[in-house]
């Protein structure tokens, strides 16, 4: 079973209790069923920082303290070499625009993790084959 990278969207919807879609969910369910990698990239707790700090976001705890609960939760934290932030700008694709999202994607990428998002142009990315991305 291949490992899951919650862009931080997802992030933020699975650690709150929104409801996932239906694949989504299950995809969740069978990796951490079998044991398997659910991660997340270390960029997302900046942009958990950034959202707050921003107004964007409301947590009922500081972010540092909320993300340390995501991590607590069973969620591992991807590693971010600087290879990685390096393949970032040499996405085979200019549709990413975000470097947070250029990050995860390269993420996703180099480790072969399936990419959980919402993110319009993360799924675009998917859909154009350079990421297998699982709509949440």
């Known amino acids: 079973m291949r490992p899951i990278l919650l862009d931080t ?3 933020i919807w699975l650690v709150a209790g929104h409801r996932l879609a239906p694949a989504a969910r299950a ?12 991660a997340v990239s270390p960029i997302s707790a900046w942009e958990i920082g950034q959202l707050a700090a921003r107004g964007r976001l409301t947590l009922t705890l500081e972010p540092k303290a909320w993300f340390g609960v995501a991590l607590d939760a069973g969620v591992a934290l991807a590693p971010m070499p600087p290879e990685l932030l390096i393949a970032s700008s040499f996405l085979p694709s200019d549709r990413l625009r975000d470097p947070a999202d250029r990050i995860i994607a390269a993420t996703a990428r180099l480790y072969r993790y399936r990419l959980m998002t919402r993110d319009v142009p993360l799924l675009a990315f998917g859909r154009e084959g350079h990421v297998e991305t699982i709509a949440c």
């Open 9 to 11: 969207c997802a992030l």
């Open 27 to 38: 995809s969740l369910e069978d990796v951490s069923n079998s044991d398997g990698l659910i």
